[in-house]
Every structure is written in structure tokens, then in C-alpha cells.
Nanobody, 128 residues
Framework: QVQLVESGGGLVQAGGSLRLSCAAS????????IGWFRQAPGKEREFVSA????????VYRDSVKGRFTISRDNAGNTVYLQMNSLKPEDRAVYYC?????????????????????WGQGTQVTVSS
């Protein structure tokens, strides 16, 4: 079992920044791909970004490329999502999820069905 707890959400003005954290407990953290998803009101949950166990492979949805950065600290069992230049359309509940256990140097996953552990989510609100 892997338990995930997100933090760092909040209210920010457009153009501002937030850093989300995903703290994990449980088994060997580096054996899990960690992904960030988000769900806006009235919309389906969508993929945002993911990082493999080593941190050497990352992927982003097109709309956040150049603004969001995912990273991980395996010693601290935490994954971060640095969000800069936030836009009102980034407003959503952000969830982190874990897929694994898997090869540390494996590829990342972008489909929500590939993740077997989920956090409770953290709200991000961007005012215009």
C-alpha cells in the first residue's frame, strides 16, 4: 500500500505561482511513477504531468509546458509540482497518483487507469 497526501494548494492571482507537494508513505517510493492530475468543476479529470522513479523521465500536458515543473525527492518520499504563470483555466482540484511498483528507470504513464493509488486532492484557485 502507498498513501499519498497532497498539500500546497490555495488561492493565487493570475500570473502567480504555487508549489504542490505529494508526500508518500508505504513501500519503496522510487519504484513508483508519480503523476499529477486535475479536475475542474464540471469537467473530467485530466492528466497534468508525471515523473518516473529515477526522476529522469517526465511528461507534461501541452497547456502547462514551460510553466509547470515536476520533480521528486526520493529520500524524502515527496514529489513536487512547481506551477508558475498560473492562469484562471488552471483552477482545479489537483491529485497526485502512484503507479507501481515498477522499474525505476521505466517510462512514465499518462493514463489515469494506469495509476493504482490516489491522494485526496488539493484545491488550486486562480483569480483573474
Amino acid at each position: 500500500q502507498v498513501q499519498l497526501v497532497e498539500s500546497g494548494g490555495g488561492l493565487v492571482q493570475a500570473g502567480g505561482s504555487l508549489r504542490l507537494s505529494c508526500a508518500a508513505s508505504g513501500r519503496t517510493f522510487s519504484n513508483y511513477v508519480i503523476g499529477w492530475f486535475r479536475q475542474a468543476p464540471g469537467k473530467e479529470r485530466e492528466f497534468v504531468s508525471a515523473i518516473n522513479g529515477s526522476g529522469g523521465d517526465t511528461v507534461y500536458r501541452d497547456s502547462v509546458k514551460g510553466r509547470f515543473t515536476i520533480s521528486r525527492d526520493n529520500a524524502g518520499n515527496t514529489v513536487y509540482l512547481q506551477m508558475n504563470s498560473l492562469k484562471p483555466e488552471d483552477r482545479a482540484v489537483y491529485y497526485c497518483a502512484a503507479a507501481g511498483p515498477t522499474y525505476v528507470y521505466g517510462r512514465v504513464h499518462t493514463g489515469s487507469s494506469q495509476y493504482n493509488y490516489w491522494g485526496q486532492g488539493t484545491q488550486v484557485t486562480v483569480s483573474s
